[in-house]
T-cell receptor
Framework: AQSVAQPEDQVNVAEGNPLTVKCTYS??????LFWYVQYPNRGLQFLLK??????LVKGSYGFEAEFNKSQTSFHLKKPSALVSDSALYFC?????????????FGTGTQLKVEL | GAVVSQHPSRVICKSGTSVKIECRSL??????MFWYRQFPKQSLMLMAT?????????EQGVEKDKFLINHASLTLSTLTVASAHPEDSSFYIC???????????FGQGTRLTVV
């Protein structure tokens, strides 16, 4: 079975500081990894994905994530946080063996960026 | 990115009535669509996966007679909550993907309140 862990329920960071939202995963086969952001009462917006290739993936709004196979991690990062980045962030994984098309989501991390 | 439109965004209905939620992929053909339910401050729970022209695959514990899914075309899937009860009140989100390695794009969600 595939699973995703987001160990932090909430991350607080000051505007202008770098931010990291952590994600680790477990899958059969190679992972397809995704980050999504959700604003209140809205669906999820796609930020970035890792399928294959460079371990550092760049996405929307200045976000990036680094795939680390040995640590089975896919942490989301941004060099300089904005107040408007405050939202709920979900990491998701799909394995290439078993599980079909299903995405498994982490429990989400609430990011709060303060002035 | 691709656009998925979900309608309505908010619905209030009386207990015992049925509610239909539509999910449309506006600029791509969605071979697979997914329906999720999200409880407050929790992650997304996959309810069912539907492929165009075939019966939906429901996750364990999801009542297929209560949550009726139809994926009649490559751009439209519907979720009907039959004989809704207050415990069905929740945030329902659909997503759609075009191919195996494609990321899933999400609708904006539907807030269902059963009174």
């Amino acid at each position: 079975a595939q699973s995703v862990a987001q160990p932090e329920d909430q991350v607080n960071v000051a505007e202008g500081n770098p931010l990291t939202v952590k994600c680790t995963y477990s899958v059969s086969g190679n992972p397809y990894l995704f980050w999504y952001v959700q604003y209140p009462n809205r669906g999820l917006q796609f930020l970035l994905k890792y399928i294959t290739g460079d371990n550092l993936v760049k996405g929307s709004y200045g976000f990036e994530a680094e795939f680390n196979k040995s640590q089975t991690s896919f942490h989301l990062k941004k060099p300089s946080a904005l107040v408007s980045d405050s939202a709920l962030y979900f990491c998701a994984v799909r394995g290439t063996r078993g599980g079909g098309n299903k995405l498994t989501f982490g429990t989400g991390t609430q990011l709060k960026v303060e002035l | 990115g691709a656009v998925v439109s979900q309608h309505p965004s908010r619905v209030i209905c009386k207990s015992g009535t049925s509610v239909k939620i539509e999910c449309r992929s506006l600029d791509f053909q969605a071979t697979t669509m997914f329906w999720y339910r999200q409880f407050p401050k929790q992650s997304l729970m996959l309810m069912a996966t539907s492929n165009e022209g075939s019966k939906a695959t429901y996750e364990q514990g999801v009542e297929k007679d209560k949550f009726l899914i139809n994926h009649a075309s490559l751009t439209l899937s519907t979720l009907t909550v039959a004989s809704a009860h207050p415990e069905d009140s929740s945030f329902y989100i659909c997503s759609a993907k075009e191919g195996a390695q494609s990321e899933a794009f999400f609708g904006q969600g539907t807030r269902l309140t059963v009174v």
